[in-house]
């Protein structure tokens, strides 16, 4: 047995360094447990054993299921659909194709769940629209990527399926109904700052839709949006477990995609598969990779010495949200959501929700959002990569431009944090008070 704080010295040290090296995170997560299990005479198998049990788990079967329904819609036309009817909805005001990117992005985040699918399926569309009819660059893409951050805490996620089973079995249900409010505030946010900044620029506003347009229209966007109804009903309700609503959510995707809207052939379902197999397999490697990390968090008893070191820092539950708000934030600009998911939330959540007495609902939404923001900063936000690839626009121009939008985003994480009730009404109205 190896002195327990070199080993974690080594686990922690070892995955600092890796990261700096640009090494795969799941290689990362991989290499610092087994060498830290060398170290303290941990046999391999004792690791792989525990790769094994962090993908065997039921609840984790929802994940593939959410992947390929959202990239069923996202290739099957949905996104049009939604940008059309919320034209519909917004597209009238100062500065509308703004506001219609952000209430697409909203229904749209509900459906597939991730910001980057966001970016890539609405960005496409609304990034070059918004170019041409005159809107600056760096905001059609700032208002696109920032937008696209609500489909990490509007129902359904999957990335809190990961948060669920990461603090050991947190409401599934809960959490979905917990990120309604956050989700729905952060859109009205950026409505807002996106009319102030229309105004001030004079972008123009759209043309009104004949209401022979508008219903068929409406229709096939409410045949879309019903996936998320499937989803987040069946959970509620007690119907359907999370998985399986997303395997019902997954057939009816699929039929409304290939039978109804009819815009790609059948054949491209082999491609579809495809695409969301490579997501799925990153997806369970992390998990599996950062079950065997966080045993080792555990075991050398690094979650106790954190709440420790943060405790020492300051007692006031106020300072220590802030710094913990501020840590969050400062690694989500680094490293991808899932992981730090699974690495962070052993580690806050005994100071959080055991000593701080936050509710896990609130402080999964808080992480989630946290690390959403991380999503659209540089220099590891994949959401911003992808929205300056699509406006053809640098890094530092896009987030120079993103500057008044990020300032609403942090507003309402501020209001997430300290206001349990934006997170906790909802779960408590539908579904009683509890965890």
Not at 31 to 50: C, E, K
Not at 142 to 169: E, L, R
Not at 226 to 251: D, K, R
Not at 317 to 330: A, E, K, Q
Request: hydrophobic share 55%.
């Amino acid at each position: 047995m190896g002195n327990l704080h070199l080993a974690s010295s080594i686990l922690i040290g070892l995955f600092a360094v890796l990261l700096i090296l640009r090494v795969p995170i799941t290689f990362t997560l991989a290499i610092s447990s087994i060498v830290t299990a060398f170290y303290l005479n941990i046999p391999l198998l004792a690791i792989v054993q525990r790769m094994v049990q962090g993908v065997n788990s039921f609840s984790l079967l929802a994940i593939p299921f959410f992947i390929l329904a959202g990239e069923i819609m996202s290739q099957g036309g949905i996104s049009r659909r939604l940008i059309e009817f919320s034209n519909i909805l917004i597209g009238r005001v100062r500065g509308g194709l703004a506001q219609v990117n952000v209430l697409a992005s909203m229904f749209f985040g509900g459906i597939s769940g991730s910001a980057v699918a966001d970016v890539s399926s609405i960005g496409t569309i609304m990034i070059p629209m918004m170019k041409k009819k005159g809107y600056d660059a760096d905001f059609a893409v700032g208002i696109t990527v920032t937008s696209a951050c609500q489909g990490v805490i509007i129902p359904p996620s999957h990335n809190m399926i990961i948060y669920a089973m990461a603090a050991g079995g947190v409401s599934v249900g809960r959490l979905f109904l917990g990120g309604f409010i956050p989700g729905v505030l952060l859109g009205i946010s950026l409505m807002i700052i996106s009319f102030i900044i229309a105004t001030k620029r004079n972008y123009p506003k759209e043309e009104r839709y004949s209401l022979k347009e508008s219903l068929q229209i409406t229709k096939d966007a409410i045949l879309g949006l019903f996936t998320a109804v499937i989803i987040i009903g069946g959970v509620i309700s007690g119907i359907f477990t999370a998985t399986e609503s997303a395997a019902i959510a997954c057939l009816y995707s699929f039929i409304i995609t290939f039978f109804v809207y009819r815009e790609i052939p059948l054949k491209r379902f082999i491609g579809i598969l495809y695409s969301s197999l490579k997501t799925l397999a990153m997806v369970m490697s992390l998990i599996a990779a950062a079950s065997a990390f966080g045993w080792l968090l555990a075991y050398l008893k690094i979650p106790a010495a954190a709440t420790s070191a943060l405790l020492t820092i300051s007692e006031n539950r106020v300072v220590l949200l802030l710094l913990i708000n501020i840590l969050l934030i400062g690694l989500g600009t680094i490293m991808d959501m899932a992981p730090l998911i699974l690495i962070t939330t052993p580690i806050l959540y005994p100071v959080v929700v055991t000593t701080l007495g936050m509710s896990p609902i609130q402080f999964g939404v808080m992480l989630i959002l946290n690390l959403g923001i991380g999503l659209t900063t540089p220099p590891v936000g994949s959401a911003l990569f992808v929205g300056c690839a699509i406006g053809k626009i640098s890094i530092e121009k896009a987030t120079k431009g993103m500057l008044p939008l990020y300032t609403m985003m942090i507003i309402v994480l501020l209001m997430v944090t300290f206001i349990p009730d934006l997170v906790m009404f909802i779960p408590n109205l539908v579904m009683g008070k509890g965890i």
